[in-house]
T-cell receptor
Framework: DAMVIQNPRYQVTQFGKPVTLSCSQT?????MYWYQQKSSQAPKLLFH???????NEADTPDNFQSRRPNTSFCFLDIRSPGLGDAAMYLC????????????FGSGTQLSVL | RKEVEQDPGPFNVPEGATVAFNCTYS??????FFWYRQDCRKEPKLLMS???SGNEDGRFTAQLNRASQYISLLIRDSKLSDSATYLC??????????FGSGTRLLVRP
């Protein structure tokens, strides 16, 4: 049973057309993360939520926004995708204060045309 | 210097071989280390945590060397199914998890 679920698995968007990626979890973990991973590169943390507290990485472009309406769901909004935003977007969860193990969703592969 | 560095490989080994990867880290205060496995176009999956005393799980052994600031992963009796990218994870100076770029392993028949 999938515990961190990302939809869609593949997303194609046009240059400049807003897109939203979604993530849900059944683990009841208090932390949710969004990572961006490009080919042959390390996953790069964009931001994370500790409960409802939003934590943005300093180098995350303003083009990327996130929402966490409740414990189970988290969204990544890309306001004006550029060609350089084509990547795999990975959602992950963890239990802060217990351990730092990350549980990943299967990712959304974003293509920008 | 990158906070977590790995040799990208690929390491090309025959089935049955023993192979070892190292990963260096720059934050001497880092408390947590992990190895993740990532198959092509899939998500990273936790392989094992790395404890100060070392950690063994079947054919896989992870070691931490704090003096030299590196962690290692040893795979014995390599299987074709071990072919993947192995990501090392440490912590940065603000105690956030940082991934290395990964070491690619190819196990050939």
């Amino acid at each position: 049973d999938a515990m961190v679920i990302q939809n869609p698995r593949y997303q194609v968007t046009q240059f400049g057309k807003p897109v939203t990626l979604s993530c849900s979890q059944t683990l009841n973990h208090n932390v949710m993360y969004w990572y961006q991973q490009k080919s042959s590169q390390a996953p790069k943390l964009l931001f994370h939520y500790y409960d409802k507290d939003f934590n943005n990485e300093a180098d995350t472009p303003d083009n990327f926004q996130s929402r966490r309406p409740n414990t189970s769901f988290c969204f990544l909004d890309i306001r004006s995708p550029g060609l350089g935003d084509a990547a795999m977007y990975l959602c992950a969860t963890s239990r802060w204060g217990v351990d730092e193990k990350l549980f990943f969703g299967s990712g959304t592969q974003l293509s920008v045309l | 210097r990158k906070e977590v560095e790995q040799d990208p490989g690929p390491f090309n080994v025959p089935e049955g071989a023993t192979v070892a990867f190292n990963c260096t880290y720059s934050n001497s205060a880092s408390q947590s280390f992990f190895w993740y496995r990532q198959d092509c176009r899939k998500e990273p999956k936790l392989l094992m945590s790395v404890y100060s005393s070392g950690n063994e799980d079947g054919r896989f052994t992870a070691q931490l060397n704090r003096a030299s600031q590196y962690i290692s992963l040893l795979i014995r009796d390599s299987k074709l199914s071990d072919s993947a990218t192995y990501l090392c994870v440490g912590m940065d100076s603000s105690y956030k998890l940082i991934f290395g770029s990964g070491t690619r392993l190819l196990v050939r028949p």
